[in-house]
């Protein structure tokens, strides 16, 4: 049997899933963790340059796990979990 993305069910499928899955829960932890975790500079400009950095990364990594989300429905693998 195959997939709708072309990927012959199989061991080789089920490590890519699960992989895919980890990258999904460490992008999501990470982007949490991020935004929790932006230093006080005790300059307003720098603070700005900070906050927009740590934002900008954030979205980076909500991105990459909307982006793996994709690729796990086309997988037919789990896409679920707290976002």
Known sequence: MTT???LPDGPRRDGLVRILD???TVARTEADDLLGSVPDTGD???GRA?????????????ALDDSVARTLL??????????
């Open 4 to 6: 709708s993305a072309g």
């Open 22 to 24: 980890a990258v999904r």
């Open 44 to 46: 307003p400009l720098t």
């Open 50 to 62: 900070v906050d927009d950095l740590v934002e900008q990364a954030a979205d980076a990594l909500r």
């Open 74 to 83: 086309e997988l037919g693998g789990p896409v679920g979990g707290p976002r």
